[in-house]
């Protein structure tokens, strides 16, 4: 049973690969590698993603791996998000809206062998998704120009983590993932004129790589009822493989001359060294506040533009910039022996800032500030009360001197599974 529960779980993890990317409809996406995903679950999200000192038994905190070894030795948890988002786009004195809705995530976390954790997961790693125009007309003619730019893809990333109790408190634990998937994005210029030509510029790529990512924490009891908790995180920056490529296609509609040319830059695109920390205070269990600081080196990698004064398709060295993040959340339950329902629900808060990755047209990227509220909600039944409802409900800004300004409002619904497999049962 135990086999046959396990490769379900994983035929089901298979399964998502082709829709447990989170999308988005945001120009911003159009840069660098698309929209950062926050990889957080539910749970977290409610904290707006707190998770390097997060060290919890009944939940999948795939952001550390050096959590897992908390796993209970009778439990197999299973954790799936799906997410739906409203946002506000506004640039100048025009508005309007978007709405999206996606499956965001499935994790799974088990004990194998004592203060041995292991977790399987797919979670998106960045996301691409736009289409938008704008008109001009020529001169002083009737002629009006169009440009339409619009985007979609992004990258997933599948992974299989390990996380070990060393000894007393300290823990270690590692991430190995497959990061995977493709983007492609057009700009095309066309007219009301047919005797003026069309012209198509497509950049994309496709990526096949791999991930690596590190994780310590520590605990220390420092009174009868409080504990701290101390984690930091360590990400491997590396090459993609990938081969990014640029292909500059014209039309002249009144021959039907088709002309074509492109460019490809071998090994062209790259992931970051990231580095981050943070501490989680706990007291009587019922009470968690922590602080997280993670810095992406970004500005360390290269990717490719075309240049202004040459027109050639090459790599700049001037595009990325390192991006700090810093989040402060809590959870806050109660009582969890409490027999009022009310008392066991988990309540949880949270905000974060995060300054930019990229550059637009040689100034910065829009910052990003997040508040957010969530509630952990028991499930209880005749044969189970460890399973839970996780509700979040996130406020994202994102705005930029003279650029557009996003607000978001996301609300993510995760169930977590949390299931007593490894019980022997006793019949007298």
Known sequence: MKKFLLSGLLLGIGTLSMVAQSGTKSPYSQYGLGILSDQSQTFNRGMSGLFQGFRSGNQVNMQNPASYSAVDSL???????VSGQITNFKEGGAKVNAKTANIEYATALFRVFPKFGVSIGLVPYTNVGYAYYTSEKIGTSTTTATTTFSGEGGLRQAYLGLGYELFKGFSL????????GSFERSIVVSSNDSYVKTLTKTYGADVSSYKLDFGVQYKQQVSEKDHLTVGATFGLGHKLGADPYMQVTNVDTQTGTLTAKGDTISNGLSIPMSLGAGVAYTHNRTLTFG??????RWGSESFPVVDETTNQYQLSNNYYKDRHKVTVGLDWVPSLMSRRFLNRVHYRLGASYATPYYKINGQDGPKEMTVSAGFGIPLVNSWNNRSVLNVSLQWVNQSAKNLITENSFRV???LTFNERWFAKWKVD
């Open 412 to 414: 993510t619904i995760g």
């Open 291 to 296: 602080v997280d600081y993670l810095l992406q």
């Open 173 to 180: 634990g590692a991430n190995i993932s497959y990061l995977w």
């Open 75 to 81: 439990s197999m948890i299973f954790d799936v998000g």
